[in-house]
């Protein structure tokens, strides 16, 4: 386990993994994942992504929550999710070739219907980025 010693008071001694220190506001600084981090925010139309997290339905269909997972994972490793109760899903990925953009526009490939409880519009999704892992 790395051991990190406190110096002066401040965080010069935490060093962020592949890149060497930062001190410049606004910066990632990861200290345990093995590779950069980016934080996405996807924003579906009509149904509810919190009643999607479920598995496959009795028709097999699986769950809108699942099938924008699966779109985010092909260019990138999903480390953490979070679905607030509407439209929202929030993704922290490493390793991710992706921009707002480029993910926005491979989710909107998908079909107007994703749900598997609910009608989630997949064509009309919003996808932004901090460029951060802003939690609040």
Do not use: C, W
């Amino acid at each position: 386990m790395a051991v990190f010693q406190r110096a002066n008071g401040n965080t010069g001694g935490v060093f962020n993994i592949g890149a060497g220190r930062h001190t410049a506001n606004a910066t990632i600084i990861n200290t345990g994942i093995a590779a950069p981090i980016q934080a996405f925010k996807i924003t579906a139309t009509g149904g509810n992504l919190a009643a999607e997290l479920g598995g496959p339905n009795g028709s097999g269909v699986s769950g809108a929550v699942e099938t924008l997972l699966n779109v985010v994972a092909a260019n990138a490793t999903v480390i953490a999710y979070q679905v607030d109760t509407g439209s929202q899903l929030s993704v922290i990925t490493e390793r991710s070739s992706d921009t707002a953009a480029t993910l926005q526009a491979a989710i909107r490939l998908l079909s107007a219907n994703i749900g598997a409880y609910s009608t989630v519009d997949a064509t009309a999704a919003v996808v932004s980025s901090t460029g951060g892992i802003k939690l609040a």
